[in-house]
């Protein structure tokens, strides 16, 4: 499984921003997003089952950001709104489980979130 992770980039404080996750074809797994703060640890953000039907959030984006996915197209999104500094971090898309205790065996290469005050 080859995950691809994409769309980070400088945001201003209060703004959006939407990740994408292109695995590779026929992958079927329930899919998660990780970020990575300078100096910390990697923290689960959100994930998703393969079938859609169940999201998890950390507490910090509920409210803010929504995992979703498109099975179709072999893409998973994280819609990142009312982003905050506290958000910057290298983002990483994860395929194995949509639960933050769960196994993740296949990981993409991140792509990094700044969000400026």
């Known amino acids: 499984v080859q995950l691809q992770a994409s769309g980070g980039g400088l945001v201003e404080a209060g703004g959006s921003l939407r990740l994408s996750c292109a695995a590779s074809a026929g992958t079927r797994y329930n899919m998660g997003w990780f970020r990575q703060a300078a100096g910390k640890e990697r923290e689960f953000v959100a994930g998703?089952?393969?079938?859609?039907?169940?999201?998890n959030y950390a507490d910090s984006v509920k409210g803010r950001f929504t995992i979703s996915r498109d099975n179709a197209k072999n893409t998973v999104y994280l819609q990142m709104n009312s982003l905050n500094p506290e958000d910057t971090a290298v983002y990483y898309c994860?395929?194995?489980?949509?639960?933050?205790?769960?196994?993740?065996?296949?990981w993409g290469q991140g792509t990094l979130v700044t969000v400026s005050s």
């Open positions: 994860a395929a194995g489980s949509a639960r933050p205790d769960g196994r993740f065996g296949y």
């Open positions: 998703i089952t393969w079938s859609a039907g169940t999201t």
